[in-house]
């Protein structure tokens, strides 16, 4: 990965542990699309082919900030997880 994409993913997160939790996710959303794509093709139909890896057009995708993202609320209170 150069730099220069390193340091957009970097500032569109808040962290680089944050970058790599949100990528993954993107990218099994990719993943899930693409093949779920290929399910609707006809048994006669061309298997489109991609030029890039999961991993690599989320990384870009998240770089450019086409992404937006927010991670739910904790519902349980500490209490209910150490209970006394």
Known sequence: MD?????????????????????AKLA?????????????????DVV????????TEAIIELAEGNTKYAFKKDTESEDDVFPE
Do not use: C, F, M, W
Request: hydrophobic share 30%; net charge positive; glycine share 2%.
């Open 48 to 55: 489109p082919t991609h030029k890039l890896k999961v991993t």
């Open 28 to 44: 099994r959303r990719i993943n899930n699309k693409r093949v779920a794509e290929e399910e609707q093709l006809g048994p006669d």
């Open 3 to 23: 730099y220069s994409l390193k340091h957009k993913v970097e500032q569109a997160t808040k962290n680089k542990y944050e970058a790599v939790i949100v990528a």
